[in-house]
């Protein structure tokens, strides 16, 4: 039987657009790919701001502790806690969202905690450093939940572009792996830093 040759023309033509659907593959891969890294690089970018913010607080709280100490010396169980927790903060690596989160929230809280104390001690109440230290840290705190709806925002961005198609192909092939939200412990986002103005009620 003689077999039928395929025409020169026509395997050219498959040939070519085998090698155009390579091409366009690529660029899609490239494309696809440089966004991801640029939306990973922003996220890690925002969770390096809230890290900054978080070492400025840790800076606050020896200074924060030895003035408290100085005037509630009985509290030492609030004390201790906030001195181990702001411990346990510097030995996270600035990388690790989850874990900065969760101590965020707690040692917020028992910041605000140590700070209420003033309410039972009018001395310290008045005392100048410990005004000066209650607004830069009412301060950092705003700071910090500044830098966490940004951070959060990226991490968003990024998520979605990861899991969305075709980019979850590229995603899944080089190994991007799903961000972490920053969030602390349940209610530490209702927890405000107390208020010790003069003129606070």
Known sequence: MTQIATPAPITAL?????VIAALVAGVVVWVVYNSLV???????????????QLQRRADLIPNL?????GYARHELETLETVTRLR??????????????????????????????LA????????????????????????Q??????????????YN?????F?????????????AVFFTSEAGAESTPVASFSNDSP
């Not at 498959?14 to 085998?18: C, E, H, I, W, Y």
């Not at 640029?38 to 900054?52: C, D, H, P, Q, T």
């Not at 510097?90 to 707690?106: F, K, M, V």
């Not at 309410?119 to 705003?142: C, H, I, R, V």
């Open 14 to 18: 498959v040939v070519g657009v085998v």
């Open 38 to 52: 640029a939306r990973r690089n922003k996220a890690r970018e925002g969770l390096s701001g809230i890290y900054v």
């Open 65 to 69: 502790v030895e003035t408290v100490k």
């Open 87 to 116: 411990t346990e903060f510097l030995e996270i690596s600035r990388d690790d969202a989850d874990r900065l989160g969760t101590n965020d929230g707690l040692l917020r809280e028992r910041i605000s905690r140590l700070v209420a």
């Open 119 to 142: 309410e039972g001690y009018p001395e310290l109440k008045a005392n100048e450093s410990f005004l000066e230290l209650q607004e830069q840290l009412e301060e950092t705190e705003d």
């Open 144 to 157: 910090i939940a500044a830098s966490r709806r940004i951070y959060n925002a990226n991490v968003n961005d």
């Open 160 to 164: 979605t572009r990861a899991e969305s």
């Open 166 to 178: 075709p980019a979850n192909l590229v995603a899944r092939r080089f190994v991007f792996e799903r």
